[in-house]
């Protein structure tokens, strides 16, 4: 079975204010894994740092094959990404929105020590 992971906005700006490689972290941590990201997590990272992340976002979609997903204004990017974390696997270091998944006992991947990815798990939630 794939595994889909879904980007938060700290995820997406991420390659560009650490020195972590991202996408070769998550494909050894899931081969063929499927990457998404919510076209609110895009727009939200086009204003930090007074848009200076916006053309290396959009880059980042185009060249690393994210799809974004529409969301039709149904809410804030942390409330969409939380009902998401049903189906896939969100990719977040904000505190508050990695444990509201985690209260929702769903795994939730963070970037720990600002040089690896890791996995953490919901109380009941099996990665299989």
């Not at 879904?6 to 390659?15: E, G, K, Y």
């Not at 650490?18 to 895009?42: C, G, K, M, N, R």
Request: aromatic share 6%; net charge negative.
């Amino acid at each position: 079975m794939t595994k889909e992971i879904i980007l938060d906005t700290n995820f997406l700006v991420a390659p560009f204010q650490l020195s972590i490689s991202l996408f070769e972290d998550i494909e050894e941590l899931y081969p063929f894994a499927e990457i998404y990201t919510i076209d609110d997590a895009v727009e939200e990272s086009k204003s930090i740092k007074s848009g200076k992340y916006g053309d290396l976002v959009e880059k980042l979609i185009d060249t690393q094959g994210i799809k974004v997903l529409e969301t039709e204004g149904e809410g804030s990017v942390d409330d969409l990404l939380v009902k998401l974390s049903d189906e896939y696997i969100v990719a977040t270091n904000d505190k508050e929105l990695k444990q509201r998944v985690l209260d929702r006992n769903n795994p939730v991947m963070i970037i720990r020590s600002r040089s690896h990815l890791e996995v953490v798990k919901g109380r009941e939630h099996d990665l299989g």
